[in-house]
């Protein structure tokens, strides 16, 4: 009951956001189009050009606010041809490797508990859930600690992250954006940018238009009853310009470096950075980081890039660290099943 709770309250929260966003862009150009702005003179002598242009501008930034909204941001998919599955490696008679995802038909989460709450010997019967069967050792995964995702149960590609909002691995991680409810990854990252950019673009127009609007009354009361809207207005556009900016700006320098905002924010914490002396190993040339960033629609095989990297690494000896990864999904390393 709680698990289906809380998916109402994000899908709440999420139709809500996505609400809010519309009635800002709406409310904005609305009050712009019937205030005495350049705009409405434009409508008022029937020279259609600005407005149809700004509307059509309008109506693109919410296009992109919903695609990428509900895009796929680039999931570490189950058949992907990159993918392998987690397979704990059985010492049985038959040798076995059973997958995470054929040994668990239940729910993540729910065997996770189950699991934290149970001694070794219960961990043994809830892995395979008989309890008549007779238990053996199983060795750890079949991949390195910092190539597998415990929660997907998949091979985690180099640059993915596991969201546990969006409950998946993304490919090319850069973040999770609330305001958006979506990740930020390899597939939908450019629509994003393209969005903040054609945003940033609307609110200045926008600013310049409402400043147009102003009108001139006898006293500060009078400017001001004849003025709140567009005040208003401009304080808002004066907000969201700079924090979506600021976004631009950021997002801009990721791009050309080839980066992710969580390779710059977790640089210690992640496995294939840790021995970077200097430098970005993904780092391919300005040229070539735009056009990768742009063009390229298939899933990139970051691995080639990165062993093509001059740059010397230390310390990567594959061990269980911490490399981004969550302490819950480096939890499966050591875990028995009961022997067929």
Not at 68 to 74: A, K, L, Q
Not at 160 to 183: L, Q, S, T, Y
Not at 326 to 338: K, L, M, P, V
């Amino acid at each position: 009951m709680g698990d289906k709770q809380k998916e109402l309250s994000t899908f709440v929260s999420a139709v809500c956001t996505r609400m809010i966003h519309v009635f800002i862009t709406v409310g904005i150009a609305s009050v712009l189009l019937t205030r005495p702005t350049v705009l409405r003179q434009a409508l008022n002598e029937q020279n259609f050009l600005q407005p149809v242009l700004f509307i059509v501008t309008a109506v693109m930034s919410l296009a992109l606010y919903f695609m990428v909204s509900f895009m796929d941001p680039g999931y570490v998919k189950r058949g992907d041809p990159d993918v392998k599955e987690i397979k704990l490696i059985v010492d049985d008679e038959e040798d076995e490797d059973i997958s995470i995802y054929e040994v668990k038909k239940m729910n993540f989460h729910d065997w996770k508990i189950d699991m934290s709450k149970s001694n070794n010997s219960e961990k043994m019967r809830i892995l395979s859930g008989d309890s008549e069967k007779k238990t053996s050792p199983v060795q750890c995964f079949n991949l390195e600690p910092d190539e597998r995702c415990g929660l997907c149960g998949l091979q985690r590609p180099m640059r993915a992250k596991h969201c546990r909002e969006c409950k998946h691995c993304v490919r090319r991680f850069d973040h999770h954006c609330p305001w958006i409810f979506n990740c930020v990854g390899e597939r939908n990252h450019k629509w994003f940018y393209t969005f903040l950019v054609t945003e940033m673009a609307l609110l200045g127009w926008g600013f310049y238009i409402s400043i147009t609007g102003y009108e001139i009354g006898d006293n500060s009361n009078s400017w001001v009853s004849h003025n709140i809207l567009l005040v208003l207005v401009d304080i808002f556009i004066v907000v969201l310009f700079l924090v979506v900016g600021s976004l631009v700006c950021i997002h801009t320098y990721l791009i050309l470096q080839n980066h992710t905002t969580w390779e710059t924010m977790s640089r210690t914490r992640i496995t294939y950075l840790k021995g970077v002396r200097d430098g970005n190993p993904f780092n391919l040339g300005v040229c070539r980081n735009i056009f990768t960033f742009f063009c390229y629609f298939k899933p990139y095989d970051w691995s080639v890039v990165y062993s093509k990297s001059s740059t010397s690494f230390s310390g990567s000896n594959g061990s269980c660290d911490d490399s981004g990864v969550d302490s819950d999904e480096q939890e499966f390393c050591e875990i028995t099943i009961d022997d067929a």
